[in-house]
């Protein structure tokens, strides 16, 4: 049999669709974010990235790169091998009291990514709680969703964002049978903020789990960095906090945070934990930098939430259309893949700035888009410039404008 043909085939169709992904090779340059050099077969130039999850540039910060640096001299660059056979190295116990700290919880547990760390802790909460049935948010992320599945627990999908459905959904079950309610606090594609206290108010009431996802809020939100939870001042309420350090953090990994004995049951139970090679210990340090950094700085976080009210000022005054949101995800809204492509191309080769177009199965087919994440360290000027390149570029490629 032909392999490779049939892999050709279906790659075929997803080139014809236009959802056939092309990933620009970069190169970040430290001290210069936003700046990177991408690299092609005309040599390289300098960009603008305008699409980074690096949302505060904490990825270069002085006290994080110092950090990583002094810690891989010291320790070298691996963990060795699982935390099981390889012990748990001090920077990661270091490093999960830091996290513990920073949501007000007892204990916290790493994983190699937030992806993984959604995934093991859902899969393992749902297959070791007897009965246990598991409620998703619709538009949970897909390492939620396959952590769900992996579970086998029963699954009931309740309407986004809407806690009185989930109230009718919850009362439908048993009361016995325990309850896992799982849900975002930002939602990465739409960049809609969940109503957290009705949702919490709702489980309370049910005697359910509850279990958020604030990996696109951590660093962002709340006076020290801990998320949307920590700003509605509702940590303390929530049963299980699941958070990355790869996003506003700058670094790399993930991890949960909870009681003592949850966070022990999940690394005693979880393949995912049990049989992953632990974080580096420089990427520990790194990460518990940047999170001593920003528990006390307000800097990042200020400057950023002004350059999302610039730049979506801008768009409105132009009419490009975008997505109204009260987070710092702007979604700029195509419609079509071939075009979505089409424009981030013309984006990186005319203009010199980079924004990755989002299709299908990251979001639905029809609602292709750009997403934008203005930084603190991107300048007027920058958004004067993306801005000025948009809507040349609506202009050029016949994309109906919203009434500005």
Not at 168 to 195: H, N, Q, T, W
């Amino acid at each position: 049999m032909d392999f490779d043909a049939l892999f050709k085939a279906q790659l075929d169709a997803l080139k014809r669709e236009g959802n056939y992904r092309i990933f620009a090779e970069l190169e970040r340059k430290c001290g210069k974010f936003p700046r990177a050099d991408k690299h092609g077969q005309d040599g390289k130039r300098e960009i603008t990235v305008w699409c980074s999850n690096d949302y505060l540039g904490m990825g270069q910060h002085p006290d994080v790169v110092r950090a990583m640096v002094e810690t891989a001299q010291a320790c070298g660059t691996g963990a060795g091998g699982t935390r099981n056979i390889s012990g748990t190295n001090h920077h990661h116990r270091i490093l999960e009291e830091e996290l513990a700290d920073l949501h007000g919880k007892e204990a916290a547990l790493l994983f190699s990514s937030g992806y993984v760390s959604n995934w093991a802790a859902l899969s393992t909460l749902g297959s070791r709680l007897p009965g246990a049935v598991i409620l998703s948010d619709a538009l949970n992320h897909a390492s939620m969703i396959e952590g769900i599945r992996h579970s086998r627990a029963d699954k009931v999908i309740w309407r986004h964002n809407d806690p009185e459905d989930l109230d009718r959904k919850l009362a439908a079950l048993p009361a016995e049978r325990p309850k896992i309610v799982a849900f975002e606090s930002v939602y990465s594609m739409d960049g809609d903020i969940a109503p957290i206290r009705e949702i919490v108010e709702v489980a309370e009431r049910h005697g359910a789990m509850t279990y958020i996802d604030e990996v696109h809020a951590v660093g962002m939100y709340g006076p020290r960095g801990g998320g949307v939870a920590e700003r509605e001042g509702l940590m303390d309420r929530i049963t299980l906090i699941e958070g990355t350090l790869g996003k506003a953090f700058g670094t790399f990994g993930g991890y949960v945070t909870g009681s003592a004995v949850m966070c022990d049951f999940i690394r005693s139970f979880s393949s995912g934990f049990i049989f992953t090679t632990a974080l580096p210990p420089a990427v520990a340090a790194a990460a518990t930098a940047s999170i001593r950094h920003l528990k006390v700085s307000q800097m990042e976080r200020a400057r950023q939430q002004r350059q999302v009210r610039h730049l979506r000022e801008a768009l409105e005054a132009r009419g490009i259309p975008h997505m109204d949101n009260p987070s710092h995800i702007i979604p700029v809204m195509i419609g079509d893949p071939v075009k979505c492509r089409m424009i981030s191309d013309m984006l990186m080769a005319d203009w010199g700035i980079y924004v990755q177009p989002i299709n299908y199965p990251t979001v639905p087919k029809g609602t292709e888009r750009l997403r934008i994440t203005p930084s603190p360290y991107h300048s007027d000027a920058d958004i004067d410039h993306l801005v000025t390149a948009l809507e040349s570029l609506w202009k050029r490629c016949a994309i109906a404008r919203q009434v500005a």
